[in-house]
């Protein structure tokens, strides 16, 4: 059995710096449009205090994981903490959802209770919500890319500069309309983009979470992959999972016949390699079997009558 290791690990130290500012920046304005909101009596805009409070705990938590996924490997946890990322993004979407509950209840009650807003409050907020939001979702995009938990504190961020937009076409409309009914009718709007951004995130840290196969990996074109390089005849018992954000792993069994165990020193070599550059997949476990594959295998086929994806 052979274990490969990825040795350079990206320093996070720009990414810890962004996400205390965003979260202090964060918690400030948080303060300030909940208290403007009570005062306008504007249920968009407690509505998105409170989701802008849950962006507070989503970059803190967020920063906690980056943190944690730093510590090294210990006895008792030999990865070490690279899934707190993943458990963060996991807690970061499921309190979007508790959130988008939240609103559409609130919204329900306005409905039935109409109650005056203060719409230039709701304008002057808003706009400052835009370029708040706007500006902490630009910062953390790149390192969201391949980081689900960076990626779901960023979703947040974005999350907040939609529904200021959203909170901006409601004053405008109550403005020009005199109904009030449109302050529950964007909450509603806002409920919906909130839950509709969410729910990819989510999803993908359950599956994550799950050891499920990372997204934009397909495991049949690894397994074709890995059974059209010379020397194998057979891939067998493949598993692909996710030891934190963007660091997939994979183990497997490759069958390569009656051959000496020193000639599969080059093949494990080319088996690294290639999954490395084609799938960015750095921690592999192979296991050689020296046999022959059964007939009925579809993977265990000669060299000559595959190719690689």
């Given amino acids: 059995m052979a274990h490969q290791h990825p040795h350079a690990h990206e320093p996070h130290s720009a990414v810890s710096r962004k996400l205390i500012a ?13 208290a403007a ?5 504007s249920l968009s805009l407690i509505g998105d205090a409170f989701h802008n409070f849950t962006d507070t705990l989503a970059l803190v938590i967020a920063l906690v994981a980056l943190r944690l996924e730093r510590r090294p490997p210990t006895m008792e ?5 690279q899934r707190a990322g993943i458990l963060a993004a996991f807690i970061n979407g499921g309190i979007l959802v508790c959130l988008t509950v939240f609103l559409f209840v609130e919204a329900a009650q306005r409905f039935r209770t109409p109650e005056a807003v203060d719409s230039r409050a709701m304008l002057i907020v808003a706009a400052v919500a835009i370029v708040l939001n706007g500006s902490i979702t630009y910062s953390l995009h790149r390192a969201g890319r391949d980081d689900v938990n ?3 504190a960023a979703i947040h961020m974005l999350g907040d500069a939609v529904s200021a937009a959203g909170i901006i076409v409601a004053a405008l409309l109550i403005r020009f309309t005199g109904r009030q ?49 010379e020397g194998v005849e057979g891939v067998h018992h493949l598993h692909i999972w996710a030891l934190g954000p963007s660091r997939p792993a994979l ?23 290639m999954l490395e550059h084609d799938y960015r997949i750095a921690h592999t476990t192979i296991q050689f079997e020296f046999a022959s594959c059964a007939e009925d295998d579809p993977y265990c086929v000669p060299y000559t009558q595959t190719t690689r994806p």
């Fill in 181 to 229: 009914v449109w302050d529950p009718a964007m909450s509603v709007v806002i409920g919906v983009l909130i839950l509709w951004s969410s729910w990819g995130v989510l999803r993908e840290a359950v599956n994550l979470l799950l050891e499920g196969t990372p997204a934009g990996i397909d495991p049949d074109a690894v397994t074709r992959a890995l059974a059209a390089l």
């Fill in 150 to 152: 960076i990626r779901g």
């Fill in 37 to 41: 909101g009570v005062a306008a009596h």
């Fill in 251 to 273: 183990s497997c069994h490759l069958m390569v016949g009656d051959v000496p165990l020193r000639s599969t020193t080059p093949l494990l070599t080319t088996v690294t390699e």
């Fill in 22 to 34: 965003a979260a202090a920046a964060t918690l400030i304005f948080v303060l300030i449009e909940l």
């Fill in 77 to 81: 946890r030999s990865f070490g903490y």
